[in-house]
T-cell receptor
Framework: GEQVEQLPSILRVQEGSSASINCTYE??????FPWYKQEPGENPKLIID?????ERKQTQGLIVLLDKKAKRFSLHITDTQPGDSAMYFC?????????FGDGTQLVVKP | DAGVTQTPRHEVAEKGQTIILKCEPV?????LFWYRQTKIQGLELLSY????????DGGAFKDRFKAEMLNSSFSTLKIQPTEPKDSAVYLC?????????FGPGTRLTVL
């Protein structure tokens, strides 16, 4: 009951448009949902997170939504730029035991 | 603030060798994780420590992989003996109450 599903695996968007990545989780006790961005040759870096007592969080062009009933959470990148091109991982955590999605390769075309 | 540090950054080993990877977590973090990352398998958990106690030893990785945490500021991951399929990036991460931060990783190549 710990699997995290992440879709899509590859996302190609035009510069300036928005991009959305969706994840679902199985463990209803999960209470923390971080998102990581990983650029080639680099380690994953935490870019935004949301805790289970919130439904929405926004920072610097990133929006995360959490639907606990549906056990679904999502990342929305507004006004994408070529620098947003990277691999993005979602994760769900319960008591610091964290489970990652398989990642989404985002390609922002100029 | 020092983040998670890992050494070495790159390691090349011959098949059958023993290699030891090192990690220093963020000061004050109680949880430490070792992951292996490949393009095919993605992020795979190898070991998980909480307050230096081994909470999870990665199941299928028990055979040749051994992680240790002798004190709260240092952990090692030993692979013995190495096989070419072990070629991957090995990531160490630590977390406090919520946020988990990754180290820069060690890229291991086994010939």
């Amino acid at each position: 009951g710990e699997q995290v599903e992440q879709l899509p695996s590859i996302l190609r968007v035009q510069e300036g448009s928005s991009a959305s990545i969706n994840c679902t989780y199985e463990n209803s006790a999960s209470n923390y949902f971080p998102w990581y961005k990983q650029e080639p040759g680099e380690n994953p870096k935490l870019i935004i997170d949301i805790r289970s007592n919130m439904e929405r969080k926004q920072t610097q062009g990133l929006i995360v939504l959490l639907d606990k009933k549906a056990k679904r959470f999502s990342l929305h990148i507004t006004d994408t730029q070529p620098g947003d091109s990277a691999m993005y991982f979602c994760a769900a955590s319960n008591n610091n035991r964290i489970f990652f999605g398989d990642g989404t390769q985002l390609v922002v075309k100029p | 603030d020092a983040g998670v540090t890992q050494t070495p950054r790159h390691e090349v080993a011959e098949k059958g060798q023993t290699i030891i990877l090192k990690c220093e977590p963020v000061s004050g973090h109680n949880d430490l994780f070792w992951y292996r990352q490949t393009k095919i398998q993605g992020l795979e958990l190898l070991s998980y420590f909480r307050s230096k106690s081994l909470m999870e030893d990665g199941g299928a990785f028990k055979d040749r992989f051994k992680a240790e945490m002798l004190n709260s500021s240092f952990s090692t991951l030993k692979i013995q003996p190495t096989e070419p399929k072990d070629s991957a990036v090995y990531l160490c991460a630590s977390s406090g109450q919520y946020e988990q931060y990754f180290g820069p990783g060690t890229r291991l190549t086994v010939l």
